[in-house]
């Protein structure tokens, strides 16, 4: 029975050295890093190497780095924390994307909800941002700039530093949920006009439930989880402490990898896109967001299949054992329209009949031509026209 993964940008399997760091590190006793006596002590060390090996693969300081419970809570966290401590320098103005993740777009709404103006930012039919239109919605009562450095979706990259350079030079905090491009664009925090960052271990081979937000030194941060004093106070609760020593793991393979795997996703990329065009013609689908690849991620490929609704195009694909999404997994989950190619003004036809393939490491040329010809296979069953 076929069995091919195309969906990994919304989990990527476990690799199997954060597998190992993490049942290591699980089953070396008991591990609150909190704790005082010789167990704890062992424990804040482990966390202690885990931060400090991200640190360095981000370049940034160790003590900017706060273990999260994932991309998620890393985005909540980062736009709570941001705005809240601006308001208090009378900062009340959000600007974002209409691209970004729900994570992040439903915490915007929320401070909205609570008296802070927000801007949502048009892309193009790429899915991109202009900067001059961030330029124009930035000012000096922006409290936090978010632009999300390569899009779930359609993979499409945001101009992050030109838009980070404007936000700091009008004082607004500039976060970027980079849970996507993490092992697959060079994230240089040193040299980056950013402030905030989100990551998540479980898209790059690393456990789900782990997450990290950078918090530049100096920046104004409140803190969203109350209680202890972990993670310098940024972040209260046990730390996940096996569950960051196999994020670290993860994420030292990403980076070194990093060039090995934006190969490896291209080409898979262009073998499935060149089988398709073969299989069932190029006039038979569209491929949605840029097509160079300069300005997208290579892991991400989304492309519309008109006729046929994306429900449908799923769920043949899944009887013949290929696993693809509709979109954000959570979009896909409740066969909602996707925001992200609403927002890039795509017909409404190309909208509904979208898919999304996502790759990674393990995956191969054999699995896109079998796909290919599964797809060919679905479309002549399926075409209503
Ligand atoms: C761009 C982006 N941000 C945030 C998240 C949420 O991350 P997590 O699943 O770790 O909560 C995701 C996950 O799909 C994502 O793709």
Known sequence: MTSIYFDHAATSPMRAESLEAYLNTAGAGPSNPSSLHSFGRAARSRVTAAR??????????????????GGTESDNAALVGAANAQLARGRNGIVTTAVEHHALLHTCHNLQ????????????????????????????KTAVVSVMAGNNEVGTLQPIAEIGAVARDRGAVMHVDAVQALGYVQLDLANLPVDMMSLSAHKIGGPQGVGLLYIRKGTSFRPMLLGGSQERNRRAGTENVAGI????AAAKLAEAERELRCRHAEELRQSLLTELEQAIGAESFVVNGPADSASRLPH???????GIPSENMLMNLDLAGVAASGGSACTSGSLKPSHVLSAMNLSRDLVAS????SFGLGNTTEETKETAKIIATISARMRIY
Do not use: H
């Open 52 to 69: 400090d090996a991200i640190a360095s693969l981000l370049s940034c300081s160790p003590s900017e780095l706060v273990f999260t419970g």
């Open 113 to 140: 909800e609570q008296g802070f103006k927000l801007t949502v930012l048009p892309v193009d039919d790429t899915g991109r941002v202009s900067v001059e239109d961030a330029a124009a919605a930035i000012d000096d």
């Open 245 to 248: 020593a196999a994020f670290a």
């Open 300 to 306: 991400v490929l989304n492309m519309s299949f008109p």
């Open 354 to 357: 979208a898919v999304r393939f």
